[in-house]
């Protein structure tokens, strides 16, 4: 891995949280970071609750970080507030995302920077630790890790749970998350798809990892099929667009044989659980495109409790 820099480069970490109290582990894997010379590392963190409920926290984490740490109360329960305070408050060259539950490893920050010549935006893998409680065909499907995907030979949207921006792109200056997908989720999908469609490119630092543990409520089906619809409908809704007439039809028609091909393949792999519940999963997907496509509202993801737990970023 290269690494080639200006003479200095300043990189703003940027934490979005909602009562998640495993921001603590996030900001001290950051603490620990390999920070290469020039270099200057800076934490932005977001507070999207109502009340600044993560300040003290925040407080105490400042006296021991390295890093200098920006605090900003966001409210509230809209990801893209808290997303684009980050991007308000930010004013380094390079802005990158990580979630307030993930850890980044030591070499995070070293291997976004080295993709990043030439690139509007570098993604890196988020792997997903399961717990006990994660069944075994989830464990072997791996059904939770978070990585690009290629439409030939190129990245056509990303994600924020790991990623480096560059601030002076013509593609990222001035963009912000949509507020009208800020708690369906999705925000991330339009942000990435309309920075392609600008002309910014998105590259990949396979080395760029980051940790991110599955906790009980997501270890289900249920929680992944739902994530999956909602994923559809953004793909329907933003990615395709807005269709009229025979092409709307077309595309609805489209979707559905995929949603039906997939409940067919469901049936044929049934003796395998990770290949059957993968299959469903996408048929699920198809048929959130086909809500999507017809404008049916949005499932809401973010700021609501579950299982005693609240979703955050």
């Not at 800076?42 to 600044?52: E, F, G, M, Q, T």
Request: charged share 20%; with cysteine; proline share 6%.
């Amino acid at each position: 891995m290269s690494l080639i820099l200006p003479a200095a480069v300043t990189v703003d970490i940027c934490i979005c949280t909602f009562r998640r109290p495993q921001l603590a582990e996030t900001v001290r894997s950051l603490d620990a970071l390999v920070v290469p010379d020039g270099v200057e590392v800076r934490l932005i963190i977001a507070d999207n609750d109502v009340s600044p409920s993560a300040e003290a926290l925040v407080r105490r984490l400042t006296a021991v970080s390295p890093h200098p740490i920006l605090y900003r109360h966001a409210p509230a329960q809209n990801i893209s507030i808290a997303r684009n305070a980050c991007l308000d408050a930010a004013t380094g060259d390079f802005a990158a995302f990580i979630d307030d539950d993930e850890t980044a490893s030591a070499g995070w920050l070293v291997a976004l920077l080295a993709e990043a010549e030439g690139a509007d935006a570098v993604l890196g893998p988020a792997r997903a630790v399961y717990g006990p409680e994660a069944p075994g065909w989830m464990r072997r499907g791996d059904f939770h890790s978070t990585l690009p995907v290629w439409v030939s030979g190129k990245i056509l949207t990303g994600y924020t749970c790991n990623v480096l921006l560059r601030r002076a792109s013509p593609a990222v200056a001035g963009r912000r998350f949509a507020l009208s997908l800020g708690t369906s989720g999705g925000e991330d999908t339009a942000y990435f798809t309309g920075l392609v469609r600008a002309g910014g490119r998105i590259a990949y630092a396979p080395d760029a990892l980051v940790d991110d543990p599955v906790p009980a409520n997501r270890a289900s089906f249920a929680w992944l099929a739902k994530r999956r619809f909602r994923m559809g409908q953004t793909h329907g809704r933003v990615v395709i667009g807005a269709p009229k007439g025979f092409s709307l039809a077309r595309q609805v028609a489209l979707a559905a044989g995929k949603a039906g091909v997939s409940l067919l393949a469901t049936l044929a792999t049934a003796w395998s659980a990770p290949r059957r519940n993968r299959f469903a999963l996408r048929g699920v997907m198809h048929a959130g495109v086909v809500s999507g496509l017809l404008g049916l509202r949005e499932i809401r993801q973010y700021g609501v409790p579950a299982e005693g737990k609240t979703d955050a970023a």
